[in-house]
């Protein structure tokens, strides 16, 4: 309540700007805090700040632990967190995103490693990946790409750090 006040009274933020501050940390299901209100109380835009609040605070590291994989974050997202978001905003973020963001390291089904390099919209698990190491772990001399749309044999089997990929 206080950051709300500071915000519109000593900044004169716009209110609609401060209610994001003042709700960010409430859940669709009451459970949040400061105030424990439900999902129809909390403001739309808060809503989507809520979800990449808690992405990027899940992938960047913290002093009391590591940081993790976007997938995974995304995964935490959609099952363990799932009653403290708007499930249709988690799509949205989802849809936009990608469950592999571009950037991500994966590895394919047939052991060759890479990178994301393009999301796919329709399905978030089938994206287009820039192939860096063979399925033996050896640097590839040139470029190979995979389009998980088109080839339809191969799948990700896990995502790993971008250390990884080179």
Excluded: C, W
């Excluded at 849809?95 to 890479?114: A, E, Q, T």
């Amino acid at each position: 309540m206080t950051g709300y006040q500071i915000l519109t009274q000593r900044l004169k933020l716009k209110n609609s700007l401060a209610i994001v501050a003042l709700q960010h940390h409430e859940a669709v299901d009451g459970s949040g805090y400061p105030q424990r209100i439900l999902a129809n109380q909390i403001e739309e835009l808060t809503k989507v700040f809520m979800i990449a609040d808690q992405f990027a605070a899940m992938i960047h590291p913290r002093p009391y632990r590591q940081a993790i994989l976007p997938y995974e974050a995304m995964k935490i997202m959609i099952s363990e967190n799932v009653n403290r978001f708007d499930l249709k905003m988690v799509r949205l973020f989802l849809n936009k995103l990608s469950m592999f963001p571009v950037g991500s390291g994966v590895v394919l089904s047939d052991l060759r490693m890479g990178m994301v390099i393009e999301s796919n919209k329709d399905k978030p698990l089938r994206p287009v990946i820039r192939v860096t190491k063979d399925a033996e772990g050896k640097r590839l001399k040139h470029l190979e790409f995979v389009d998980l749309m088109k080839d339809l044999n191969l799948y990700i089997q896990q995502a790993i750090p971008f250390s990884q990929i080179y």
